[in-house]
């Protein structure tokens, strides 16, 4: 794993957690909506679920993965701000906070710096670089 790969965990993650956000106000919306009981019904001999029970248990479990991505996600956090805070140079610094931990876009990234975007590249190239030389053999 590069040291690129290492801090695009932390976009990932987080992506990954609002789409799961998203599900959840999907399941709620569908299980405000639905009008049966919550409790299984005894139907033909077999018990039917309602869409409301299905949804709630679907929600919880997509909660529990999301409170797991958050723990990772703040680990992974605390360790990728830990290393940024090690290097000296002030521009790699705020290229690597910008890019990964406030996770903005590299037009933002060089507006808020007054750079062009390919300087912005050549900062996050050597920034990089330096990270990798901070980490020794914990990145290839």
């Not at 933002?108 to 590249?121: G, K, T």
Request: hydrophobic share 35%; with cysteine; aromatic share 6%.
């Amino acid at each position: 794993m590069t040291v690129r790969d290492y801090f695009e965990q932390i976009r990932e993650i987080d992506t990954r957690i609002k789409i799961k956000q998203e599900q959840i106000l999907h399941l709620k919306e569908i299980a405000t909506r639905a009008t049966s009981v919550i409790e299984a019904c005894r139907v033909s001999g077999t018990y039917k679920r309602s869409k409301m029970a299905n949804a709630v248990e679907e929600m919880v479990d997509i909660e529990r993965t999301i409170e797991r991505d958050i723990e990772r996600l703040k680990r992974l956090y605390n360790e990728i701000s830990g290393v940024i805070v090690k290097i000296d140079n002030e521009s790699y610094r705020q290229v690597l906070t910008l890019r990964y931990l406030c996770n903005k876009k590299w037009e933002d990234i060089a507006e808020n710096m007054h750079f062009d975007p390919r300087s912005v590249y050549r900062i996050h190239s050597k920034a990089l670089e330096e990270a990798k030389r901070l980490m020794g053999k914990k990145i290839a």
